[in-house]
DNA sequence: AAATTTTACTAGTGATCGATAGATAATTAT
DNA sequence: ATAATTATCTATCGATCACTAGTAAAATTT
């Protein structure tokens, strides 16, 4: 399937690799911390390129956002959404964050989940941005325990919203001590330890059938 | 005990509402989202003098985490670590973290725990000072579960490392969901959950007498 | 009163910030 | 070939960055 080529001098680089250069940066020197110089040096062009092709630092690091959700993150929450039971899920998804958080072929940490935490008044929007996406990595979770409620993997009697904030304080966590040097198995400690808390059926839930899953057999461990 | 005055102009501001000032706009806008401007601004002085007074930005941070340390944090913690036992301990600090963190005279969250995750290569120092402190924090868990040990508070069996981290990992989430707005009953709720995956006894340990602490009395509400 | 010491201000410094005007290059359409 | 379109560059914009030289002001010491 060849696209016909548009008109006008086509581009001389890859838009794909740039937004990788460009969230290496931002991962790993936040917004502020970025500037367009830095920015130029990486993806391999000029500002005018970089404007032309991008709108603005904040375009861009929109863009970058975007370009890591659909890199990581998605494809991290889908997997885990893929699980039999919402405690499978769970485990899942915080041994995958402590695998990623720690990969030496990226920065460390979350790009999202302890981005962007201050800025400058100018930034707010940018502040505001970030926020909204841990929002709604938040909602993915508190779904998934409603579910959980209806299949009686959970009692009815406990607060989805409140057991939500505690995972995603735990991913939070993981993501500051990642950034401080901590490794993958710190980083999976502190998931078991979460995982401890877990106050319903560690098996899926009894409207379910399939096979019971044990703490022994990680999703992505093994 | 009056103090003979010194030689010189006198001072025409005081140093620890200077500070006051300086910690406000650091801790809502982080230090790279703080300029000079802003700061004299707020301080009520202009650039010259608060060169001569703090030395320079960098300095000046470093002396602000100082007058937080003093201020909060480490009011926090010797509270917490007068409590009788190692349980008591985490759930006084804990409880401490959600109401210090959502007080509506403070910026949300806490300055140090999630502070200069990102920033500039320039700034890389800054980085490593704030991580410093977040290190000496997550050693006095350590220290403190240690302790908790030999009393027979914690199995024997027990990492006080992984456990350390895992609740320093709660700190620092529930500060970053301070600053996304969370309320104090929001983070009560994730530090309750936090404490439900204590592997220990949950009154003093067998070495020590006095009262028997449940659930229901924390430290520092009623 | 004069000298000394410390503080504070006005008015900038050079460097870097994000962003752009204008020229040129490279392609397709006519 | 010429026009139209798009991309890229050199050079630079005004604004802001952290910071300071030089001077005046306010106190103590002599």
Redesign the pocket.
């Known amino acids: 399937m060849q696209t016909?080529?548009?008109?006008?001098?086509?581009?001389?680089?890859d838009r794909q690799a740039a937004l990788d250069a460009a969230m290496e940066l931002f991962w790993r020197h936040g917004y502020?911390g970025?500037?367009?110089?830095?920015?130029?040096a990486a993806m391999?062009?000029?500002?005018?390129?970089?404007?032309?092709?991008f709108?603005?630092?904040?375009?861009?690091y929109r863009e970058v956002i975007q370009h890591f959700l659909l890199r990581s993150e998605r494809q991290r929450m889908e997997a885990a959404l893929n699980q039999t039971s919402a405690y499978a899920m769970l485990r899942y998804y915080l041994y995958a964050a402590a695998e990623s958080f720690t990969d030496p072929s990226t920065p460390a940490g979350c790009m999202v989940a302890t981005a962007a935490l201050q800025c400058?008044v100018e930034n707010q929007p940018i502040v505001q941005e970030v926020a909204r996406i841990r929002h709604q990595m938040f909602i993915g979770f508190v779904e998934r325990l409603d579910v959980a409620k209806r299949n009686q993997e959970l009692p009815e009697t406990i607060d989805s919203l409140a057991l939500a904030n505690f995972y995603t304080a735990i991913v939070q966590g993981m993501s500051v001590q990642a950034i401080d040097g901590a490794s993958s198995a710190d980083l999976i400690a502190v998931a078991d330890l979460a995982l401890s808390a877990w106050p319903g059926e560690k098996s899926e839930g009894k409207s379910q059938k399939a096979k019971v899953q044990r703490d022994q057999d990680s999703g992505i461990r093994g």
């Open positions: 016909t080529r548009p008109r006008g001098r086509p581009r001389t680089f502020e970025t500037s367009i110089a830095d920015l130029t391999g062009f000029t500002p005018p390129t970089l404007y032309a092709a709108g603005s630092k904040e375009d861009l400058a």
